[in-house]
DNA sequence: TAGGCCATCTGGTCCT
DNA sequence: AGGACCAGATGGCCTA
């Protein structure tokens, strides 16, 4: 698993997405279940596989039609099967971010978005808990308090973000909470 | 029904 | 060379 981080690339232009002719993707064994349960009745998984079976993006030609070579079908059924499993990895990450999140209702999911958007201010209100409390010198904290609090600064100077109080990050929290319960 | 969200397929690009 | 990563395309499901 390569966790490191590359710089951006320059995709090719778009490319013809026509399918090729004479790819029919086989049956293939339910993959692992651990995509969490999607907000309707059936499993994202399964509803997946009805999608799956309609030929997902492209329309496969005629089944036997000459054109890709035997390995190279196989080849891309299992880089299917990678990419498919790198997702539902991706996918439980984002769930056990959800769980750490406190004060979501949990009889309504959050998309990914509003997932990244409220951890990130959550941990901005964290942050901002956490050098407002070692600022004000508390016991034990005296050590690496007030260099965090330095550092916090020279980042607020530098990056010049709008919620520099901590109070506004907790008061950017609170309202994306609140527009979430809310279903806005 | 439109729009949002999502899973999957796919091919290009980069890295080991 | 092969795998990981990425983004576009497509179609299904759900909600307003």
Do not use: C, W
Not at 31 to 45: D, K, M, V, Y
């Amino acid at each position: 698993m390569k966790t490191k981080s590359r710089p951006p690339r320059r995709r090719a232009p778009p490319q013809n997405t026509e399918a090729p002719p004479g790819e029919q993707p086989p049956e293939r064994p339910q993959p692992a279940a651990g995509a969490p349960l999607a907000r309707g009745l059936r499993s994202r998984t399964a509803r997946a596989q009805g999608a799956r079976a309609e030929g997902g993006r492209r329309r496969p030609g005629p089944a036997g039609q000459a054109g890709r070579r035997e390995s190279s079908v196989q080849r891309r059924l299992e880089s299917n099967e990678r990419e498919r499993q790198r997702m539902h990895t991706l996918n439980n990450a984002f769930q056990a971010l959800r769980e750490v999140i406190p004060h979501v209702r949990a009889d309504k999911k959050l998309s990914k978005i509003e997932t990244l958007t409220l951890a990130k201010n959550y941990i901005k209100s964290l942050t901002a808990t956490i050098l407002t409390m070692s600022s004000g010198r508390l016991p034990g904290l005296e050590g690496p308090g007030p260099k965090l609090y330095q550092h916090y600064q020279q980042q607020q100077a530098a990056g010049a973000a709008p919620e520099a109080q901590p109070e506004g990050h907790l008061h950017k929290y609170s309202t994306q909470i609140h527009s979430f319960r809310e279903g806005s």
